[in-house]
């Protein structure tokens, strides 16, 4: 979370996690102890779907906390997501979608409902005459503004039950998480996909 813009809590369009074939299934969690654990293929995998589980668990309480958040603003979860990606700079929407994790034609719904609602405005783009700049209006910043305070203590209040280093942690690994997906997509797209159906994790619900 990021106080001084009130950036959006993460939020996204997954579905719930499902069946991952028994892999991540409380009732058969390997209990983690000597590193050398990690060898174990089977381990690897209830990691696997242990973290995605959580991660689609998270997922839905980020969603419905930023749904109450955004509520006094007259935002949705959706709307602040969109308006929290432009406000230190213009992007066009197919940066937003890269940059928010979903995908360009739900990120450009969202973004002719702002502009229709006078929240945002599309600005020329230099780089690109066609891909158009989403920018956020006087009343659109002022909209995130107003969801300050409940961000702000919410922040507060999930620091003191984490802790500060704890919280700090938490957000740095979910940080290596992502780019390590990333790069793992990067070097070979087929590498996230090669995976025993057992361990696979499932897909997002379609949007």
Same mark, same amino acid.
């Given at each position: ?17 499902? #069946? ?14 000597? &590193? ?27 969603? +419905?906390?930023?749904?109450?958040? +955004? ?6 979860? /959706? ?16 940066? $937003? *979608? ?12 969202? /973004? ?11 600005? &020329?783009?230099? +780089?690109h005459r066609r891909a158009k700049l989403l920018r956020p209006t006087e009343e659109g910043r002022g909209a995130? #503004?107003? $969801?300050? &305070?409940?961000? *702000?203590?919410?922040? /507060? ?37 090669? *995976?025993?159906?057992? /361990? ?5 619900a379609p949007e």
């Amino acid at each position: 979370m990021r106080e001084a813009t009130h950036e959006p809590l993460p939020a996204g369009n997954l579905g719930g996690a499902g #069946d991952l074939g028994g892999v991540g299934d409380p009732g058969g969690r390997a209990e983690l102890g000597d &590193p050398a654990d990690l060898k174990d293929g089977r381990t690897q995998q209830d990691l696997l779907s242990r973290t995605a589980l959580g991660v689609f668990r998270l997922n839905g309480q980020f969603l +419905a906390i930023s749904e109450e958040l +955004a509520k006094p603003a007259g935002l949705t979860a /959706a709307w602040w997501q969109v308006l929290g990606a432009v406000l230190r700079e213009p992007l066009p929407v197919a940066g $937003i *979608a890269r940059s928010m994790g979903i995908t360009r034609q739900s990120v450009q719904r969202i /973004a002719d409902l702002l502009v229709a609602k006078g929240l945002a405005e599309y600005a &020329p783009n230099p +780089a690109h005459r066609r891909a158009k700049l989403l920018r956020p209006t006087e009343e659109g910043r002022g909209a995130v #503004d107003r $969801i300050g &305070p409940g961000h *702000a203590a919410l922040a /507060a209040r999930l620091t003191a039950e984490l802790g500060d280093a704890a919280f700090a942690e938490t957000v740095r690994a979910l940080e290596r998480l992502a780019s390590a997906l990333d790069a793992l997509e990067s070097a070979a797209p087929s590498a996230t996909s090669s *995976a025993a159906p057992s /361990a696979a994790v499932p897909a997002p619900a379609p949007e």
